[in-house]
């Protein structure tokens, strides 16, 4: 399947309205919401059955409140619903309290109560009925009592305690903030973590440099080295310092200070002039071109390749391209929270329909890419109860500043994708699946992932929601080669970012499947293999020491005689573009 620009006079002019509507509404498609809304409407119409059992519940419920209400007057009681797990709103003790404790108990049970109307509607198109859910829950978060002053006792006492003083410190962290948006500047002290400066402080050498990415060959920090480099392939919707953050959590040093010789792929950060490089540029240009510096710079030794996020998924492509060419110059394989499958890509898959992608399209045909800013916004969406509004309570109801870490600086550190590419990307691999179906067409052939016959080792991270870790999973029914899976505790970004020794309570399940062995499916698999206290780093370096081999005297950066001198010392010049 082929996806090219069409620069018909018609389809531009379809894109340009399709970008101006798009600008106005933060990229996403009106059609496709009113599509969602008329497609349940008519659907509940047509089912007196859900009608009834909806009137029932709303009864029920109501009942269930007024006799929580009655008892509570004479004697303390339970709830009559509780948040789920991962709702952290209403868990201060103040809200156990009346009135709050009833204005809290309503609200959940309205959401419950809208959540079973906008789900099980008989004939209702799966994907709307997720988008109804999504949406009518995020607007029910948009009026959640923890959202507003006199219905969130935990900023009445606190305002109390301190006599206003709270509220004159939120007004002056809501200036600082609207400042820094105007003048289009990062978060407050994001600007404490620099590459090169606080963060990014590897030392090492940029060996190679073409206009799409910087390779980076990290100083030995040991006598002896393994025998066999390490690739890393980072996504390229982010900068690569994730992998090499503080000294205490970088996933680079680590491995470094192991004794093994890390590569590192560095991004570019495209313009508008790059609107026109596609998937196959960074597949050669990127990852391929990268490969091949290596194997020049070690001739003799194969490569452990390791992708994160959408490095993973391109770093796939590229495995199983070398494999239909017989090209065995990769020994292992680690995909960390990669998808090869996008048929259950987490939520984001709310964004992911042709009408949506129409207007994706029109905003990057229009801006030449797509901003970092914007896909920012679209996870900020899916997640605004703890991005926006607990951010908003905290820092302007309480006065209370979060601390910024390197993760979080790291994270508003956005970057560009163009648009043939990125396009690319969304229709190819998102909207039809094309990798995991065996469509991808890479050289005018399809590359098959069942190709691979290299060790594998695959990581998820429970609570991801770009790549969930059920969805990582799926690797293992495209290939057929020996496969390490495991799954850590965290999310997309802390659960990669796991180092050793931290405080923070971590624990990780780890099991091999042998080349061939029969598939055994994710819940049954969580169920039976044991958890690990502690990172899942120990184990991953393990694995990558028993493909490793022998140990031979530490190499300095670059290799002159091959043409790779160092040019400049890492991070890197492309890390730091804006």
């Not at 590569?263 to 240009?285: C, E, H, T």
């Not at 060419?325 to 329909?353: M, N």
């Not at 800013?373 to 309480?398: C, E, H, P």
């Not at 022998?550 to 043409?563: C, E, F, I």
């Amino acid at each position: 399947m082929s996806y090219k620009v069409d620069s018909a006079p018609a389809h531009d002019l379809d894109k340009v309205i399709y970008a101006t509507i798009a600008r106005m509404t933060s990229g996403l498609s009106p059609a496709s919401l009113v599509n969602a809304y008329v497609d349940w409407l008519i659907h509940l119409s047509f089912s007196p059955g859900k009608q009834h059992e909806l009137s029932v519940k709303a009864g029920t419920k109501a009942r269930k409140m007024l006799a929580h209400l009655i008892q509570s007057v004479w004697q303390p009681c339970e709830t009559c619903i509780d948040p789920l797990p991962q709702d952290t709103r209403f868990a201060a003790p103040e809200w156990r309290q009346m009135p709050y404790l009833a204005i809290y108990q309503t609200f959940l049970l309205q959401q419950q109560w809208w959540h079973n109307a906008t789900t099980d509607v008989p004939g209702v198109n799966h994907h709307h009925e997720r988008v109804l859910d999504f949406t009518s829950r995020q607007m029910l978060d948009l009026v959640s009592p923890s959202n507003f002053f006199w219905t969130n006792p935990e900023v009445v006492r606190r305002t109390l305690d301190r006599g206003g003083l709270n509220l004159l410190e939120g007004s002056r962290n809501w200036w600082e903030d609207l400042v820094r948006w105007m003048s289009n500047k990062t978060p407050i002290s994001t600007d404490n973590f620099r590459p090169g400066h606080e963060v990014a402080l590897t030392p090492g050498k940029v060996v190679y440099r073409n206009h799409l990415i910087e390779l980076i060959q990290y100083s030995a920090q040991t006598p002896e080295v393994h025998a066999n480099p390490v690739l890393m392939v980072p996504s390229w919707i982010m900068k690569f310092y994730i992998l090499d953050l503080s000294p205490h959590n970088s996933m680079v040093r680590y491995l470094v200070n192991r004794g093994h010789t890390v590569f590192m792929v560095s991004w570019r950060n495209p313009q508008a002039k790059d609107r026109d490089i596609g998937m196959d540029d960074y597949l050669n240009n990127g990852v391929m071109d990268a490969i091949r510096v290596v194997s020049e710079i070690f001739p003799k030794q194969k490569i452990q390749a390791v992708g994160y996020c959408l490095g993973g998924t391109l770093l796939s492509i590229a495995a199983a391209l070398m494999a239909r060419r017989d090209d065995t110059r990769l020994k292992s394989l680690s995909l960390l929270a990669s998808q090869v499958d996008f048929t259950e890509p987490g939520e984001l898959a709310l964004f992911i329909d042709d009408s949506q992608l129409t207007f994706l399209d029109g905003v990057m045909s229009d801006q030449g890419f797509l901003d970092g800013k914007q896909m920012a916004g679209a996870f900020t969406l899916l997640n605004q109860r703890d991005l926006v509004f607990s951010r908003i309570v905290r820092d302007y109801w309480l006065g209370q500043r979060a601390p910024v870490t390197d993760l979080t600086a790291w994270n508003a550190d956005a970057t560009r994708m163009p648009y043939r590419q990125h396009s690319h990307y969304l229709h190819s691999l998102y909207r039809h699946n094309d990798l995991a179906e065996g469509r991808y067409i890479v050289e005018g052939r399809p590359v098959v992932l069942r190709d691979l016959r290299l060790p594998v080792f695959c990581l998820g991270t429970q609570r991801d929601t770009v790549s969930p870790w059920r969805s990582v999973y799926k690797l293992q029914l495209f290939t057929s080669t020996e496969l390490t899976f495991c799954l850590t505790s965290g999310g997309h970004n802390v659960g990669v970012v796991n180092p050793p020794g931290s405080s923070t309570p971590r624990h990780y399940q780890l099991s091999r499947r042998k080349q061939g062995a029969k598939y055994l499916d994710p819940d049954t698999w969580a169920e039976e293999v044991t958890r690990h206290p502690g990172s899942w780093w120990p184990a991953w370096a393990h694995w990558l020491e028993g493909q490793s081999g022998v140990l031979r005297k530490a190499p300095t950066a670059g290799d002159p005689a091959s043409g790779y001198a160092g040019q400049g010392d890492a991070p890197g010049r492309y890390v730091l573009e804006p």
